[in-house]
């Protein structure tokens, strides 16, 4: 059954919460590269960067044009009231302001599959990246500002991190502390029955799934942070990676989609590089940059 007409999508090429302009020309792809929306859909303007470094506010990089962007894609959901909501970031943050709407809509019932390597709980004392505290967020917790825009808090039993890697303590004690289950790459398998053995005994109606591209394999998918040409030898020493792969995604949210009603689907961190740097030469060349008029 086709769900388009009542599916809001949402272009939200928020860069911000990672702190890195790459993720504007990456959101802009994504929605490129997406069969062409037959419902509405919602562009959502964001600062465009410039020479100078993200302020530091109160912890959090670029919070207060955060904290607008999170306004501005709240009022787009709310002009539409939409039974689901597809967005296409973009930093991991752009998926606050739909799950929290899609929670509150499902009557605080809804269940979360957050397909990542990391569990983006952290708070502003561990980093000043806010896409590192989305769902920290939406459970209720974290930073007052961004956590006051949800005004039902998912329950943690409904949630689910598949694909999660290494974590740091911090991040345990979160998942420890409210009960969120997760598995890793080598746990969900060949099949995707530990996840769908998970939303039966949880009884889930409604599920928003989140799909944070860093969960693939950076030396299988090339368009991630990890994969950066440009980034010194070490940059990433340390930091959790992907272990994924796309067929792996796409087996998953295929055989969860038989099981349950998908009402949400956020697709975030696209960092496409050589896209990116070819774009870069393109508009220096002969012919193609642009030039004052004769």
Same mark, same amino acid.
């Given at each position: ?118 569990? %983006? !709980?952290?708070? =502003?004392?561990? @980093? ?10 939406? *459970? +209720?917790?974290? $930073? ?69 591209? %860093? !969960?693939?394999? =950076?030396?299988? @998918? ?10 010194? *030898? +070490?940059?990433? $020493? ?57």
């Amino acid at each position: 059954m086709s769900h388009s007409n009542r599916t809001l999508r949402l272009l939200f090429p928020q860069w911000q919460g990672g702190n890195n302009p790459a993720y504007i020309f990456g959101a802009k792809l994504l929605d490129y590269l997406s069969p062409a929306s037959t419902g509405p859909r919602e562009v959502i303007n964001v600062d465009a960067p410039t020479d100078d470094e993200l302020p530091l506010e109160n912890g959090i990089r670029g919070r207060q044009a955060l904290l607008r962007q999170l306004s501005d894609a709240e009022d787009a959901i709310a002009r539409h009231q939409p039974e689901r909501l597809v967005v296409l970031g973009g930093d991991c943050l752009v998926d606050l302001a739909p799950f929290a709407y899609l929670n509150e809509r499902y009557n605080g019932e809804l269940g979360v599959l957050w397909i990542d390597a990391h569990p %983006d !709980v952290m708070t =502003p004392k561990e @980093f000043d990246h806010a896409h590192a505290m989305v769902l920290g967020n939406l *459970i +209720g917790e974290g $930073d007052d500002d961004f956590r006051r825009h949800v005004k039902t808090p998912l329950k943690p039993e409904n949630v689910m991190i598949a694909g999660l890697g290494a974590t740091l303590p911090s991040e345990s004690e979160f998942l420890d502390k409210h009960g969120v289950s997760s598995m890793g790459p080598a746990e969900i398998g060949d099949d995707s029955m530990a996840i769908i053995d998970w939303i039966e005994a949880r009884g889930i109606r409604h599920l928003a799934i989140h799909f944070d591209l %860093d !969960v693939l394999d =950076p030396s299988h @998918f090339r368009s991630v942070l990890f994969a950066d040409p440009t980034a010194p *030898i +070490g940059s990433f $020493d340390g930091i959790t990676q992907g272990d994924m792969n796309l067929n792996s995604v796409l087996r998953l949210i295929t055989d969860v989609d038989t099981k349950t009603d998908i009402v949400g689907l956020g697709i975030t961190e696209h960092l496409p590089w050589d896209a990116i740097n070819l774009s870069s030469v393109l508009a220096k060349l002969p012919l193609l940059r642009s030039s004052p008029s004769a």
